[in-house]
């Protein structure tokens, strides 16, 4: 099975297993995505993750811009690199994430994608129609809705009030009105 990762990290000749406290899995492995597009979008250079796009039914993946430019906040000017295996990849539920398959072993690189602006390829994808952008300006009031209470639920969850997340900063400066709400509560 053909399986790409996308990472800010060059020169690789192998994907290592990792235990990423973000993620769903609590074991060390390989996160991969049968869907290139999808890769492009986990090409960031943050000290934490900002993703806020589903899986539609029929596999497409939709990005949903939560701050206004957020997108190009984000992945303007990140150099990538979207690296091409092939293996026997695993499937773990737990990742919730469609497309996702794993390998509890390293795996060898056969090829590399240099993306030279994150942005720019994601763009590029959205025009072939091989994944869709929502703009935070056409975001649904129900989708606002959504995202607000999600992002209420994260501060809690992760203790952002606290400021000593590397969300705390992000999440109080980009939505301060959400951040009030989370005071008060």
Known sequence: MIA??????????????????????????????TYKPL??????????????????????????????????????????YIYTCNGDFEVDENTTIKHAVISKESVEIQDVDVVDDAYERILQYEKEGLLVITRYENLSEKQKAIDRHMLLDEIKELELLKGEHPLSEFVSAKFPEIWEEALNL
């Open 4 to 33: 790409y990762h996308g990472t800010t990290v060059g020169g690789l000749h192998t994907l290592k297993p990792f235990a990423n406290p973000q993620s769903n899995l609590k074991y060390p492995c390989v996160y991969l995505s």
């Open 39 to 80: 890769s492009a979008i986990y090409i960031w250079n943050r000290e934490f993750n900002w993703m806020t796009y589903g899986i539609r039914e029929d596999g497409m993946p939709v990005y949903n811009e939560s701050f206004k430019n957020g997108l190009l906040e984000f992945y303007g000017g990140v150099k990538g």
